[in-house]
């Protein structure tokens, strides 16, 4: 099925591991960016990307880092964990960035 | 940074009635979607509307950017309609890139 495809859908970590978030699309879509939402907080913008090669920082970088390496796809690392990451993942595309976007079903983590 | 506002934060509705969200932006966007979180977490993208009206369905939206708002309307509302409505938009100034900012969202309970 055509989309953003994100995994995992849950994950537990300790506090100071280390993971990778996955975020695929299939829909040659340019513009890619990981947003994460807490309670009371919406959703917040952490990284995004533009374009294969091209990544830059949103509104809550620190403690994630991104790369695209190709237009499909774009990972979410998270370093060191710490509890105050514990949150829910969403990852989104657009064919440009002033576009409609498509998220992924997101990927709820938590952090022990 | 743009700052976003709907109202009201929550609305309770049986099967049938009507309603108004309404979301408030504080400057001038070249992005504004609509989206609606089901009780499962997924986001689905409802409208992509920076200006003018469009229907799809039971649903609408309007949004006057000129005095920077935007309503979606719900028609005959069914108990699927139950959820978050969020309303996110992109700053029109400088290097925006289509990073979008998302308001606290409307909790919206349809009973049958």
């Known amino acids: 099925n055509a989309g953003v495809t994100q995994t995992p859908k849950f994950q537990v970590l300790k506090t100071g591991q280390s993971m990778t978030l996955q975020c695929a699309q299939d829909m040659n879509h340019e513009y890619m960016s990981w947003y994460r939402q807490d309670p009371g907080m919406g959703l917040r913008l952490i990284h995004y990307s533009v374009g294969a090669g091209i990544t830059d920082q949103g509104e809550v970088p620190n403690g994630y880092n991104v790369s695209r390496s190709t237009t499909e796809d774009f990972p979410l690392r998270l370093l060191s964990a710490a509890p105050s990451q514990t949150s829910v993942y969403f990852c989104a595309s657009s064919a440009r960035p002033g576009g409609g976007y498509t998220f992924g079903s997101g990927t709820r983590l938590t952090v022990v | 940074g743009i700052q976003v506002e709907q109202s009201p934060p929550d609305l309770i509705l049986q099967e049938g009635a009507n309603s108004t969200l309404r979301c408030n932006f504080s400057?001038?966007?070249?992005?504004l979607q609509w989206f609606h979180q089901n009780p499962w977490g997924q986001l689905i993208n409802l409208f992509y509307i920076p200006s003018g009206t469009k229907q799809n369905g039971r649903l609408s939206a309007t949004t006057v950017a000129t005095e920077r708002y935007s309503l979606l309307y719900i028609s005959s509302s069914q108990t699927t309609d139950s959820g978050v409505y969020f309303c996110a938009v992109g700053d029109a100034g400088g290097t925006s890139y289509g990073k979008l900012t998302f308001g606290q969202g409307t909790i919206l309970t349809v009973h049958p």
């Open positions: 400057d001038s966007v070249n992005n």
